[in-house]
């Protein structure tokens, strides 16, 4: 920590009610953008708590002096019970999920099939959450997160990240290094695009499945035993997945793609989606009915996660116009988003008639209030909001220098 950072933890510690970054940069004599880094520095190192809405205001935790810590959650506890589709669409993925956590004496390995941006990741985690809740895990049980497409470049850094590495194994290794089996003992190990690991990696994996033990790289002498279960994640189909996989790991988990769930569903998703940007904001939002529907109705080949991302990147045009006009509330129009979701209005003859009444309503918005606590999708505090001090920053920059606010947009 720097001696500004102590500057600033101090501020904080004399006002108790927060600041925001513009209050430390008038405090301390320093530029707003610097005050900002520093904020967002002692943040990430859990130093300080900041509030959700605008404008963002930093403050020492409750009951926590300057010097301690305090854990943030990067996003709220995801459930079985809060996703969206839980008795319909995922009603049989989420039931072999539960048997597979259930089953004894330590639950069953297993891999999850579905495309890019079906929610995997968090499906595990939701796993992962009710083997708590069922008392298969203790309470403090690790769940640790692990892409092996990340190293999958590097067979031997990959082996080694997973398994541990034993000292002098190769030139460098200067000292033993826990593997991520190792770090969850007693958990789960969630490995996303299993099937990018090396035959070598297989080959250990399998090992560990069939009898708990495995090497760390470079070990010779000794095996290591483990508690771990397996859940593992692909975007390969079920059929063309690797035999040995399918040996090995008794249950197979099929997640489906967004085309393949209801309007309902889709409506509920993109709901949920803008809630969680007017909660983040603390401000309201109104999106046109047209919009809305543009969502339901276009191809979103990235699935959930694509939503999430072209709902982000319209709310940031909204952002960006509702502060350059001071407007008392974002507003969503059909014309602000991409010509990709645009294209899902020439689908509109497609609504089901049940929905007529949606599209015929007399009120031409809808209308998301702050205030609500429900998950669609994980959560990253940090990095959502991110977009959202960007603009900030560069509004506040820019007015600096004599740019209009009008002139921000064009």
Not at 43 to 71: E, M
Not at 90 to 118: C, D, M, N, W
Not at 303 to 313: A, E, F, H, P, T
Not at 368 to 394: H, T
Request: proline content about 4%.
């Amino acid at each position: 920590m720097n001696e500004r950072q102590e500057e600033i933890l101090d501020l904080l510690h004399e006002k108790q009610q927060g600041l925001t970054a513009s209050d430390v940069a008038k405090h301390l004599k320093i530029d707003r953008s610097n005050a900002s880094r520093y904020l967002s520095d002692l943040y990430k190192d859990r130093y300080i708590i900041k509030s959700s809405g605008r404008p963002v205001v930093y403050s020492l935790p409750p009951q926590k002096t300057a010097s301690d810590k305090v854990h943030v959650d990067a996003s709220t506890q995801v459930t079985f019970d809060t996703l969206v589709g839980e008795n319909d669409s995922l009603k049989v993925s989420i039931q072999q999920a539960k048997a597979a956590i259930l089953y004894p004496p330590r639950g069953l390995h297993t891999i999850i099939f579905g495309e890019t941006g079906t929610g995997k990741s968090m499906f595990a985690e939701c796993m992962y959450h009710f083997a708590i809740d069922s008392e298969m895990l203790s309470e403090d049980a690790p769940f640790v997160s692990f892409n092996c497409a990340d190293y999958a470049q590097n067979p031997q850094l990959l082996f080694g990240h997973i398994f541990g590495i034993k000292k002098g194994a190769y030139t460098g290794a200067s000292q033993d290094s826990q593997g991520l089996i190792a770090k969850a003992n007693g958990g789960i190990l969630f490995l996303d695009e299993i099937h990018r690991l090396p035959p070598e990696g297989q080959e250990m994996l399998f090992t560990f499945i069939d009898k708990g033990v495995y090497r760390p790289l470079g070990e010779s002498a000794h095996v290591h035993e483990a508690s771990v279960q397996i859940i593992g994640a692909t975007t390969e189909s079920s059929e063309s997945f690797l035999t040995t996989f399918n040996r090995r790991i008794p249950m197979a988990i099929t997640l489906p793609n967004l085309a393949s769930r209801s309007l309902d569903e889709r409506y509920e998703i993109i709901s949920l989606f803008i809630k969680q940007e007017a909660n983040r904001l603390n401000q309201r939002i109104d999106i046109e009915k047209e919009a809305i529907l543009a969502f339901m109705l276009y191809d979103a080949e990235g699935n959930i996660g694509q939503v999430k991302r072209d709902l982000k990147l319209v709310c940031a045009k909204s952002f960006l116009h509702y502060r350059t006009h001071n407007e008392e509330k974002l507003i969503i129009r059909k014309e602000e988003l991409s010509l990709q979701v645009q294209k899902g209005l020439l689908k509109i003859k497609e609504v089901p008639e049940r929905l007529d009444r949606f599209m015929d309503s007399k009120s031409q918005y809808l209308t998301f209030e702050p205030g609500f606590a429900d998950v669609v999708w994980s959560q990253d505090p940090e990095r959502n909001m991110q977009v959202y001090n960007d603009i900030e920053e560069k509004m506040l920059s820019l007015s600096e220098t004599g740019v209009e606010s009008i002139d921000l947009e064009i």
